[in-house]
């Protein structure tokens, strides 16, 4: 069964940053453009960030400057860096190939409060 695995997430003060990491056991990340997403509190989803096969990254307008999208695909894993975090990043982030519309791991929890 496919597998992907969202870390990385907690509690931070506003100002502050996280490292969120995807994995699989089933999924061979650098043949897919992969996409992190999040879910706030009463919001929906959105595609916060992602990053082609060929390393093409976008990023949505909340977040330009202050998140980064990498991949190594050695390791079979994507990363979203979150610098300078604000409150309204609160959420649930998600990490899947953009392709995959009808899959959602657990996902991984971010908080950002003082």
């Known amino acids: 069964q496919v597998q992907i695995v969202e870390s990385g997430g907690g509690l931070v003060q506003p100002g502050g940053s996280l490292r969120l990491s995807c994995t699989s056991n089933?999924?061979?990340?650098?043949?897919?453009?992969m996409g992190w997403y999040r879910q706030g509190p009463g919001k929906q989803r959105e595609l916060v960030a992602s990053?082609?096969?060929?390393?093409?990254?976008n990023y949505a307008d909340s977040v330009k400057g202050r998140f980064t999208i990498s991949r190594d695909n050695a390791k079979n894993t994507v990363y979203l860096q979150m610098n300078n975090l604000e409150p309204e990043d609160t959420a649930v982030y998600y990490c899947?190939?953009?392709?995959?519309?009808?899959?959602w791991g657990q996902g991984t929890q971010v908080t950002v409060s003082s």
């Open positions: 899947k190939p953009t392709t995959y519309t009808n899959y």
């Open positions: 089933g999924v061979t990340f650098r043949l897919f453009t």
């Open positions: 990053i082609s096969d060929s390393e093409i990254k």
